[in-house]
């Protein structure tokens, strides 16, 4: 097991290495508390921005669901009838300036993920790295927009927000650490303050925090070229690859969670984990691979013209929080924005 490995085991378990690394992580906690007490006593303030900002974020790193999470909001700002754009940093990207997101971008330049969420929801999407210069290029690009909701961003405090989706999945806190001990990018807190809701991309709450639980599961297969014409997956498509001997590629945090959902649709596969935002420049699969599959996050960096003989399929999440999220998000949006009546 790499080093790198046996780390990220011991931020759930605990571990040698982790305890090791306590007092880096006591000195990353100083700097944690000194910036918040800077925010707190005005020393440094939050930006104004002129619409409402969601903020989808979580307290421990890697892949707990924040971009299923902005695409799931999307959908419900567009059944609400308001006009939502996304800011986002773009990990994994080259530079960090401030870009408008458009179909023809290119992922290298923008982001797998802000990528994906232009494609899939249709909406106008910026990335920088500071998330507030973001925001003010959307709007004056689309003055249209009612309101922003920026993918990650929830240690990012010169950013205002008026909500925040704290997104868990079944590590919960892990082993209760901030970085590098653990995976916990802030301290948490024992109570949730009114313009916060958890939500949980797991099977169960994996905190004692109060929230609510999304459902996940895979929505069905495409072809990699008629994704990227925009035609939808079918469930008979990912059924029909059954007793098909397929590679199965995931560049996620968390690869596992994808090859356990295609175990469960009964296919037979092998499997390749990336490394998180792999920039697939070269293939990573042999020339005479007959069914490759993989997720919407890598396909945004596949060219099909690229893929020659080899039949690639992109495989989406079917992601649906619990109806009761959706109630306590207009709730809120009611109390703490302008927005609805």
């Not at 999407?125 to 003055?143: E, F, I, K, T």
Request: hydrophobic content about 45%.
């Amino acid at each position: 097991m790499s080093l790198a490995a046996r780390l990220q085991k011991e931020w759930i378990s605990g571990g040698a290495i982790s305890q090791g690394l306590r007092p880096l992580a006591a000195l990353y906690g100083l700097l944690l508390s000194l910036r918040g007490w800077l925010y707190r006593n005005g020393a440094l303030r939050s930006q104004s921005l002129p619409v409402p900002v969601i903020v989808v974020g979580n307290w421990i790193v890697g892949g707990a669901g924040k971009t299923p999470t902005t695409l799931a909001l999307l959908a419900q700002m567009h059944k609400l009838g308001l006009k939502a754009g996304v800011i986002s940093r773009g990990y994994g990207r080259k530079g960090n300036e401030v870009r408008l997101v458009n179909p023809q971008s290119d992922a290298k330049q923008v982001g797998d993920e802000p990528l994906l969420i232009h494609l899939r929801a249709a909406v106008p999407v910026a990335v920088g790295r500071d998330r507030v210069a973001a925001a003010r290029a959307l709007l004056q690009a689309h003055p249209e927009l009612q309101l922003l909701i920026s993918d990650d961003g929830l240690q990012h405090l010169r950013l205002p927000r008026a909500l925040a989706i704290l997104v868990f999945d079944e590590r919960g806190l892990g082993n209760g650490l901030l970085l590098p001990a653990g995976p916990l990018r802030q301290a948490p807190a024992r109570d949730l303050q009114d313009k916060e809701i958890v939500l949980y991309n797991a099977a169960q709450p994996s905190t004692p925090l109060r929230g609510f639980v999304a459902k996940s599961g895979l929505a069905g297969a495409v072809c990699l070229a008629d994704w990227w014409q925009g035609l939808p997956a079918r469930l008979q498509t990912l059924q029909e690859l059954r007793g098909r001997p397929l590679l199965a590629i995931a560049g996620l945090a968390q690869p596992q969670r994808f090859f356990a959902m295609l175990n469960q649709q009964g296919l037979n596969f092998r499997m390749l984990p990336l490394t998180d935002h792999h920039d697939f420049s070269s293939l990573p699969w042999e020339a005479g691979e007959a069914d490759v599959i993989l997720t919407e996050k890598d396909a945004v960096k596949i060219d099909p013209s690229r893929c020659g003989e080899t039949r690639v399929w992109v495989v989406a999440l079917d992601f649906k929080p619990e109806q009761a999220f959706e109630q306590a998000l207009h709730e809120r949006l009611k109390r703490f924005t302008k927005l609805l009546p």
